[in-house]
């Protein structure tokens, strides 16, 4: 049998019913901003008015936990062992990382993390929720499959930075929704460019490469996200950016997908 999975429209269980629409951040390359784009898109849809979940689905490096200071939060149970999200700046959130020791390494193999991942999503009491978003990790593997037969995912939401090496990973990920027949909600250009203090841009990374990216492929672009102490800061704080946005960097996103 061929581990390659055949192209074409997988087979998908609903295991959250009570949401409306579910996007998946992802980018194939690791470090781009995913966990960040996820976090802070999430706060500007909650912004808009919209109920709002965020699922870490990196079960082997989580962010969330950290970019939303709830690494400490318990999370009870309810009912038949059903787990209860966390509930933080009006997100309701989980993660691997809310539910193991903190700097305990998670070593699982595919059917263990697939376990997991059901659990996260079909054994949590997420309520009516508009819109889930699932922070996936890096690579096209086995949790991407895993996630992308567990609920229908009604878009990808592509973050790269403009650079190649960033580029040839993140082709993979949109093939890899392509054949998976998962509809692509855009692009986001992430550490575009840093602006000094004089108002003068630096484009470290390149420029505009994500963008001609989409372009090519024929993807909507839904902006860019120049790279900002604050953003850093707010990620080692655990406040997200989104909350104030100066600059409405993340709301004008939300508008595009919302
Ligand atoms: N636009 C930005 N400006 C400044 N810092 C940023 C920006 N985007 C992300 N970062 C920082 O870059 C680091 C990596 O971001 P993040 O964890 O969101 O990436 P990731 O793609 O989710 O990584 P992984 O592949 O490990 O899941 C973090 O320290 C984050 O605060
Ligand atoms: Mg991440």
Not at 89 to 103: E, Q, R
Not at 104 to 132: C, F, N, S
Not at 145 to 174: H, N, W, Y
Request: glycine letters at 12%; one cysteine or more; a neutral charge.
């Amino acid at each position: 049998m061929s581990p390659q999975v055949p192209p074409g429209p997988i087979q998908i269980r609903n295991l959250v019913p009570t949401v409306k629409k579910v996007f998946a951040v992802g980018s194939g390359k690791g470090g781009v901003g995913k966990s960040s784009v996820a976090v802070n898109l999430a706060i500007a849809l909650q912004k808009l008015g919209k109920t709002v979940g965020l699922l870490d689905a990196d079960i082997y490096g989580p962010s969330c936990p950290q970019l939303l200071s709830t690494a400490n939060a318990e999370v009870r149970l309810v009912g038949e062992n059903r787990l209860v999200p966390i509930e933080c700046f009006g997100l309701k959130t989980i993660s691997i990382g809310n539910l193991v020791p903190p700097d305990r390494a998670t070593i699982w193999r595919g059917p263990m993390v697939h376990q997991a991942l059901t659990q996260l999503l079909g054994g949590v009491e997420w309520g009516k929720l508009d819109y889930l978003i699932l922070d996936l990790p890096p690579g096209t593997g086995d949790v991407h499959l895993t996630m992308m037969q567990s609920v229908k995912v009604d878009g990808a939401i592509v973050v790269s930075t403009p650079q190649e090496v960033a580029l040839a990973d993140v082709r993979k990920f949109i093939d890899m929704c392509r054949q998976l027949t998962i509809p692509m909600a855009g692009v986001i250009e992430n550490m575009a460019y840093f602006e000094c203090a004089h108002g003068e841009r630096y484009h470290l990374f390149g420029q505009g490469g994500a963008k001609r990216m989409s372009e090519a492929l024929t993807i909507p672009f839904l902006g860019e996200i120049p790279l900002l102490e604050a953003i850093t800061q707010s990620g080692e704080k655990g406040t997200p950016y989104a909350i104030e946005d100066r600059g409405g960097i993340f709301e004008t996103i939300a508008k595009r997908i919302g």
